[in-house]
């Protein structure tokens, strides 16, 4: 493909769940990524040394158990203080386990914290889908550009 | 000696998933287990930090009063554990440790130590689905922690996991012949009293036809010292919603149990798709089991094409992995990284993740893509696969495969 999106697909430490990941891999191929699934119980160690090693055009973080925003929280501040000197976009998506209320609350701290996008309402994947189309086509222009 | 004890106690026996944090709560849950009246095996399921080995976290859970969601074998003295819960089993009331650890040998050697000897799990089985331990180091664990059970050969009790594993969605031919080498594995390293298990997957026939090949293949592989029998699990998958579902895919995994000649039933709970089932949950679910036993059918339909077919498959990869190497932890290790073993839709590191499954309309296991492993699938499912390739909608349609089939009257009683 083209134009496609080098994705990785990762779960959070303490999660252990997989039929996401599978669910997440097979939708991110539909809609034109490549799909590295790093799978679940994910050190964060672990994530880094992907991010460094893939150089992903995009991180995508996934989790159902109900520790999504605690887990994501301690992923970025520990992200952050690593040596990448350049960070992929990085999206969470899943169950927060919380109240509709709370998890508005939690998606902008997180947003704030540096993530490009939280999808964890009704219509995530729909939203996720346009985020998707648009981060490929931003990263097509990007090459357009470079090669004119 | 669970083999031999069900061996001399006719009819099927019930058994709960159950583990608390306080000795005294774990007590009173075993206890009322015991007391229904009916045959059942008391259960011990130990708490995600102590099967992560991070016994240091549960002790300070337990001191800071937190809730855990198991039993912490490692939190409380042995002279605590033997008074308070093994000493409730008799020669007449057993009790199973239930753990899903990659690398149990600490556990283990606390178990006898707690004069507890039943408990289940296997090198592959308790590492591909819970963990990223490396396949070769749970193996090399799983010889130790099986030396320790075998040092009390009338007393012990190893149950492999392997036909449970993921719980759902993998291909019987996988769940047999992954039984039959965790359970070749357990007698190599010194087991002789052991049980193969089976979860219900979405058919009735085929669940069938796979726990029929899979005993004749434990006559055939499974030396005559060994004392061996069938326990059967409650769909271990997205549950359904409703009552009546629930009680509908109950009573079809009891007549699984009952017509494929298992020993032992797991249940689950109504609560278990939304929460930790409470003990009262758990006594009603073993009584509704031992109910639905009581009525179930003798006979059925068996599809003995289906059953040849898993055991040819079965016998393949079990003959593929046991030619890779004479030592059969060798051989398990070598057959993952070859592709002659491969669980479809596991993450695992060393899983090579080549072949894949899918459910046909009659609920039956289909192989869409068989991978390295060394079997020909059936030519039918070669032509589905060009026109059905797997996508997430189809895949989420396979996860509510057993919701949809047993929530059925919820649709008709609308119409």
């Not at chain 2, 976290?57 to 490692?74: I, Q, S, T, V």
Request: charged share 20%.
């Amino acid at each position: 493909m083209e134009n496609s999106l080098n994705v990785m697909l990762t779960g959070t430490p303490s999660d252990s769940h997989t039929w996401n990941l599978i669910f997440m891999e097979l939708f991110l191929q539909e809609n034109g990524c490549k799909v590295f699934n790093l799978g679940a119980c994910v050190p964060i160690h672990k994530i880094h040394q992907s991010i460094e090693k893939l150089t992903p055009d995009l991180v995508v973080i996934s989790s159902i158990n109900g520790h999504l925003f605690q887990d994501s929280m301690e992923i970025m501040s520990s992200l952050s203080k690593s040596s990448l000197k350049v960070l992929p976009p990085l999206v969470v998506g899943g169950k927060m386990g919380i109240s509709l209320q709370a998890a508005a609350f939690q998606k902008k701290k997180l947003i704030k914290l540096g993530y490009n996008e939280v999808f964890t309402e009704k219509s995530a994947l729909l939203h996720f889908k346009n985020y998707l189309y648009n981060l490929k086509n931003v990263n097509a222009q990007r090459t357009f550009k470079r090669a004119v | 000696m669970l083999s031999e004890f069900l061996k001399t106690h006719s009819g099927l026996y019930v058994q709960p998933r159950m583990g608390m944090a306080s000795v005294r709560d774990m007590r009173k849950g075993i206890k009322s287990v015991r007391d229904l009246k009916i045959p059942a095996i008391g259960t011990i399921t130990l708490d995600s930090y102590t099967r992560m080995g991070q016994f240091e976290e549960a002790k300070k859970a337990l001191r800071a009063g937190l809730d855990l969601n198991g039993f912490p074998l490692l939190a409380y003295s042995c002279q605590e554990i033997i008074d308070s819960l093994s000493s409730l089993a008799s020669e007449d009331f057993l009790i199973q440790v239930r753990h899903g650890t990659a690398k149990p040998e600490k556990i283990f050697k606390r178990l006898v130590q707690c004069n507890l000897f039943v408990t289940e799990g296997g090198p592959v089985s308790y590492c591909l689905p819970y963990s990223r331990t490396p396949l070769e180091e749970a193996i090399s664990s799983w010889k130790k922690a099986c030396l320790i059970l075998a040092d009390y050969p009338t007393k012990s009790h190893l149950e492999s996991f392997a036909g449970c594993i993921l719980g759902q969605l993998c291909h019987p031919s996988i769940l047999v012949a992954l039984g039959i080498l965790e359970a070749l594995f357990f007698q190599k390293n010194g087991l002789r009293d052991i049980s193969l298990s089976y979860a219900q997957q979405y058919s009735i026939f085929q669940d069938l036809a796979a726990v029929s090949a899979q005993k004749r293949l434990a006559h055939l592989y499974l030396s005559k010292e060994m004392s061996w029998h069938i326990v059967i699990y409650t769909f271990m998958g997205l549950f359904p919603e409703t009552r009546k579902g629930y009680e509908r895919i109950l009573e079809e995994s009891v007549n699984l149990a009952t017509l494929s000649g298992a020993k032992r039933l797991i249940v689950k709970t109504y609560e278990e798709s939304f929460q930790i089932p409470s003990v009262d949950s758990n006594l009603i679910a073993l009584t509704k089991a031992y109910d639905f036993y009581s009525v179930s059918p003798k006979n059925a339909n068996y599809d003995e094409e289906e059953e040849e077919l898993i055991f040819s498959q079965s016998k393949t990869l079990i003959d593929a992995v046991l030619n890779l190497d004479k030592k059969i932890e060798n051989g398990l290790y070598k057959a993952f990284k070859a592709g002659y073993l491969d669980v479809p839709f596991c993450l695992h590191p060393d899983n090579q993740r080549l072949a894949t499954c899918r459910i046909d309309q009659r609920g039956y296991l289909q192989w869409i893509s068989v991978g390295k492993l060394p079997i020909k699938p059936k030519n039918d499912s070669f032509q589905a696969f060009s026109t059905s390739p797997l996508t997430s909608h189809r895949f989420l349609q396979m996860l509510e495969f057993n919701r949809k089939k047993f929530d059925s009257h919820r649709k008709t009683n609308q119409k």
